[in-house]
Nanobody
């Protein structure tokens, strides 16, 4: 029983900034990689950024240099700082985490948040 709860989405003008947060809760034993994905209308869900438990990061080419992913392992949280936002960043953003639970200590499973809408428009 793991839940990912997101916050921070909304409407912003081009060039503006937003900070997304995602908190994992439940019967968690360990969290490995965490990440953010997004899905625009009529398009496939795509990777935005990932971060390992050790802090190594990976970004989509379209957001590299503008977005920053970070995490707080003590709080089981991951963040996405989005700067210089463009209309093409408009999408539903989803939090993802690789987690082992107290119920199954050796099985790594992917969990997803409910998604939060980010709209970049003038």
């Amino acid at each position: 029983q793991v839940q990912l709860v997101e916050s921070g989405g909304g409407l912003v003008q081009p060039g503006g900034s937003l900070r997304l947060s995602c908190a994992a809760s439940g019967s968690i034993f360990s969290i490995y990689a965490m990440g953010w994905y997004r899905q625009a209308p009529g398009k496939q869900r795509e990777l935005v950024a990932t971060i390992t438990s050790g802090g190594s990061t990976n970004y989509a080419d379209s957001v590299r240099g503008r977005f920053t992913i970070s995490r707080d392992n003590a709080k089981n949280m991951v963040y996405l700082q989005m700067n210089s936002l463009k209309p093409e960043d408009t999408a539903v953003y989803y939090c993802n985490a690789e987690i082992t639970t107290l119920r199954s200590l050796f099985r790594v499973q992917n969990y997803w948040g409910q998604g939060t809408q980010v709209t970049v428009s003038s």
